[in-house]
């Protein structure tokens, strides 16, 4: 310093030193880096060792990092770099979540950039592939992208809309119903809409009258928009016991006299659906309505089927024995009041009484054709041996009433 010649007293003594303030070099951000929230620093900033000596950075959105401070520190020798409070200060590009596709609704399109199943998205670098719908979901092509901002293992985004395909209405045909008893699949409703990924499936079984028989329903994952479910059961009919014809009772219902048809035959197999009953009609030999033999609805496979018809036997009215006629034998004679049958006691025999003569007959009770009434048949002729006259004793028949009597006529 020099104080000069002249000077005063008081007055600045002067020198011709300059000093002039040190500054370091310009700070480029690295990759993934930039200004603090306070007092941060910019891209190229260049401090100095006094009026701007430090600046902070941080991590940009998508990266991470721990935010420090940037120092032109006072010894530094003019443009020298900068110096970091933390020297291992770095910023690492952050990535969103493993993409999981197999249990999505989507998977890789095309060749040039597909998505592919545990592939990683960053930030910045790699951040988006190709998408299209899985295998039972429709709808347009899309992306999968690891938004710019993201923090690490965020999820990634989807940019993509898909729907679950669904199979047309379940219908329930005859016999089927739902099934409870399954342990993995849910019963079926009635026109349930089943999906090819979520309510998949459900259980049915046949009902009462059909064969035992369980099944699944399912969408398949490959299905189209109102394509039927898959694996619809059948139910067959149960068959009851083959019907044993007891022709000694009952006719096979035929003809069309009577009005009736579908008649049954001798072995005849019916079902709890469609061919489940015949019909039947009793012999001539009986009375009684016509009747049906049905297989019911909820019988099991082989039950014997129902049969409901009843026949009784017709009879012909009691004998009236005159004294001039007895029965004969001790097997089968002919009594007074017996009531002759056509089928389970349709004979007697009968023979002249003591003080007559005669050959000796069987007495039976038949059918007659035109009137479908039971009516007893052959006359016998007595010749009483005391007389020279012959009786000749008949049996004759009403068509309404069928009484046997007793008629005594003089032959000469």
């Known amino acids: 310093m020099i104080c000069a010649d ?20 310009p700070y480029s951000f690295p990759v993934g880096v930039t200004g603090g929230a306070t007092d941060g620093c910019t891209d190229n900033v260049t401090l ?32 020298d770099n900068p110096t970091l409070d933390d ?17 999505s609704m989507y998977t890789g399109h095309g060749i040039t950039n597909p998505c592919n199943e545990g592939e990683i998205l960053g930030t910045h670098t790699n951040t988006m592939c190709d998408l299209e719908c899985a295998e039972g979901y429709f709808g347009d092509h899309g992306t999968a992208q690891c938004d710019s901002s993201a923090s690490n293992n965020d999820e990634v985004q989807f940019n993509i809309i898909c729907y679950e395909i669904q199979c047309g209405q379940y219908e329930f045909q005859e016999g089927v119903e739902p099934d409870d008893s399954s342990v993995t699949h849910p019963a079926c409703s009635e026109n349930v809409r089943l999906g090819t990924h979520t309510n998949s499936s ?38 009851c016991a083959p019907f044993q014809y007891n022709g000694s009772i009952f006719n096979k219902s035929i003809g069309t006299s009577r009005g009736i048809s579908n008649g049954c035959d001798d072995g005849e197999v019916l079902q709890t659906r469609d061919h489940t009953q015949c019909s039947l009609q009793c012999r001539s030999t009986h009375e009684g309505n016509d009747g049906i033999v049905v297989c019911p609805g909820n019988a099991s ?49 009968l023979q002249c009484a003591a003080g007559y003569s005669g050959a000796n007959v069987t007495v039976t009770c038949s059918i007659e054709s035109s009137s479908s009434q039971a009516v007893i048949n052959n006359p016998i002729v007595c010749t009483s041996r005391s007389s020279l006259v012959i009786e000749r004793v008949t049996h004759v028949s009403s068509c309404n009433h069928n009484t046997p009597s007793l008629k005594h006529e003089l032959l000469i």
Do not use: H, W
Request: charged share 15%; hydrophobic share 30%.
């Open 48 to 79: 100095s060792t006094v009026e701007d000596s430090q600046c902070a950075l941080s991590c940009k959105a998508g990266y991470s990092g721990i935010e420090t401070i940037l120092r032109c520190e006072t010894s530094i020798v003019n443009g």
């Open 202 to 239: 459900c259980a049915v079984k046949c009902g009462s009258g059909f064969q035992d028989n369980q099944a699944v329903v399912f969408c398949p994952r490959n299905s189209t928009f109102g394509l039927g479910a898959l694996n619809q059961l059948e139910c067959v009919p149960n068959s």
């Open 6 to 25: 002249d000077a005063t007293y008081g007055i600045d003594a002067t020198t011709s030193i300059n000093c002039i303030e040190k500054i370091c070099a």
């Open 87 to 103: 020297t291992s200060f770095s910023c690492t590009e952050n990535s969103c979540t493993a993409l999981a596709l197999a249990s």
């Open 301 to 349: 496979a082989g039950q014997l089927p129902n049969v409901n018809i009843e026949c009784r036997e017709k009879k012909c009215d009691a004998l009236n024995l005159e004294n001039s006629v007895t029965g004969l034998g001790s097997s089968d004679p002919c009594t007074n009041g017996l009531e002759l049958t056509p089928m389970t006691d349709p004979s007697c025999e």
